[in-house]
């Protein structure tokens, strides 16, 4: 995060971020100036151990919904010191404590009445895209990093987020239901000896975290980047540093190895008199760094490099950037897409073709549908992924298209991102939408509708390369009163993708009031006038 000494105070943001997580509730408060500069006035930190309510009963306690009420109160009044008061200025997320909790609901609307603060609650894949966007500009300043595959961690009470880029590219993110908290409550129901206790939470990491070694190229340099505060904490004391903005310290695997079979040995109350740590911070610490050595040790890495960026960077990133998806961040978007169609043997020509004529739909059609740019990534995403579900079986295609995209990761979409991309994929043949199908139903009516004008127009694109030759790569549209003429300029013969275009546009002409016509616009040819003799 950049740190100016001093810059013109005109314009200046102040803005706050709140992460409500599984083992506290944490503020950062900061300066968001003109050029996009982030500095940090204040950070604050109060232990709310949600964690051990949701992953032992399922759902949050009263008395824990009370105490986090008080933190959020507490942090109010410190708004109110910065005379921060404006919604968009403050911004409330929760992770997996409150995300897996059966009264979620219940948990959000208590906090807004009794503080008017929303909290939002992420999904992983929003945590994910937040981190990304934290880590970046740090990791951009690596050049040994943006050579190798590079693994992104971090260990946090309720989960262990992962990112692994390749070149600086997100080439895979996932989120394990293993975190420091949870491992030590899922296995506080059985009564094991302490010297047997740190074998049993390595078996249960290992058994977590086997799948890392899959991800591993050998022929490839491969470093780690750890971030969380029990990693830090480690760097404190091992090394005697702490971890700067903008720079990664290095830290043995062997040392940390050492340290972590030390902490384990003691008890919670020992390590809060030597290292005037808190109970719950106490309590927590040894899972926490068991789990970021197994990973070191399952990637094969000699050091670990800790960094001090955490999900309020991320957040803070994203208030000083605006909600929109910079051509960056959508084009980490439509690889990872291309991941998944590639393991999925998507013809890539076909989907290519499909994609290109989507969009150039999409962009001459911005006055019929009325959708911001974030849709016209949604319905590229579709385009290339709808016919993933030839991979199961190519008779209901579409269902199976739908299934699978609604059950893979996509980095950086949230799951009600993805389930409208897979909800255009489902309906790029076939049925229409209908209320007896039960995903679609779930969506509010803007979503619905969106849903709809996405899978017309792919329906489109689609009869355009029915002939599966890519032969038409440019179109034009013009609208004459209530038709939509498809102009293809340089074929002659254009009958395979008029066929196709009759069974494809009735789905379009019933959204958008509009007959379809598909036909050829062949360039006059210029004769020059004859030389006078």
């Excluded at 109110?80 to 403050?90: F, G, L, P, S, V």
């Excluded at 020992?270 to 990637?299: D, H």
């Excluded at 169609?341 to 150039?360: E, F, T």
Aim: charged share 25%; net charge negative; glycine share 4%.
């Amino acid at each position: 995060m950049n740190n100016p000494a001093r810059k013109s105070s005109e314009h200046v943001r102040t803005v706050a971020v709140i992460d409500v997580g599984t083992t506290s509730v944490r503020m950062a408060i900061a300066e968001i100036f003109p050029d996009g500069d982030v500095r940090l006035l204040e950070s604050l930190s109060q232990a709310v151990t949600l964690g051990k309510d949701t992953f032992t009963r399922g759902e949050i306690a009263r008395n824990t919904i009370e105490e986090c009420v008080a933190a959020l109160k507490a942090y109010r009044r410190k708004l109110n010191e910065y005379q921060i008061t404006r919604a968009e200025d403050i911004r409330v997320v929760a992770t997996s404590a409150v995300r897996e909790a059966t009264n979620r609901i219940m948990f959000a609307d208590r906090m807004f009445v009794a503080t008017g603060l929303s909290v939002e609650t992420l999904d992983a894949a929003e945590v994910h895209r937040i981190t990304f966007r934290g880590v970046q500009p740090m990791l951009k300043g690596q050049v040994d990093l943006f050579q190798s595959q590079s693994f992104v961690t971090e260990v946090g009470g309720g989960s262990t987020e992962l990112l692994l880029l390749k070149q600086g590219d997100v080439a895979y993110s996932h989120g394990f239901r293993l975190g420091s908290l949870r491992l030590l409550e899922s296995l506080s129901k059985y009564h094991f000896p302490r010297e047997k206790r740190r074998q049993i939470m390595q078996t249960e990491i290992l058994s977590q975290l086997e799948p890392l070694t899959e991800l591993v190229e050998s022929d490839n340099p491969t470093s780690m980047v750890a971030m969380g505060g029990d990693i830090r904490f480690a760097v404190a004391q091992l090394l005697k540093t702490t971890v700067g903005d903008d720079e990664l310290v290095e830290l043995p695997v062997s040392q940390l190895a050492t340290f972590t079979d030390q902490i384990l040995s003691m008890s919670d109350e020992a390590l809060v008199s030597k290292y005037q740590l808190t109970f719950p911070e106490a309590e927590t610490l040894g899972s926490a760094l068991l789990i970021n050595l197994t990973m070191a040790q399952l990637l094969g890495v000699d050091q670990i490099l800790v960094s001090s960026v955490n999900l309020r960077d991320g957040l803070l990133n994203d208030m000083s950037k605006g909600p929109e998806w910079s051509e960056d961040f959508q084009q980490q978007i439509i690889r990872s897409a291309w991941e998944l169609a590639k393991k999925y043997d998507v013809d890539d020509d076909h989907a290519h073709c499909v994609g290109d004529l989507a969009r150039q739909l999409f962009r001459q059609l911005q006055a019929e549908h009325d959708l911001d740019s974030r849709y016209e990534l949604l319905l590229y995403v579709a385009a290339l992924l709808h016919e993933t579900g030839a991979y199961i079986n190519t008779s209901s295609i579409h269902k199976h298209s739908m299934y699978l995209i609604m059950n893979s990761s996509l980095f950086g979409l949230t799951s009600e991102d993805l389930t409208l991309v897979s909800l255009v994929a489902r309906y790029h043949r076939r049925a229409l939408p209908r209320s007896s199908h039960q995903q679609y139903a779930s969506m509010d009516r803007y979503r619905r509708v969106a849903i709809s004008k996405l899978a017309a127009i792919l329906r489109l694109a689609i009869a355009m390369d029915a002939s599966r030759t890519q032969r038409v790569k440019e179109i034009e549209c013009t609208r004459t009163r209530n038709r939509l003429v498809i102009s293809v300029p340089n074929i002659d013969d254009l009958s395979v993708e008029q066929i196709a275009m009759r069974r494809n546009r009735q789905f379009f002409e019933s959204i958008f009031g509009l007959d379809v016509l598909l036909r050829t616009q062949v360039k006059e040819l210029k004769i020059e006038p004859s030389a006078q003799l």
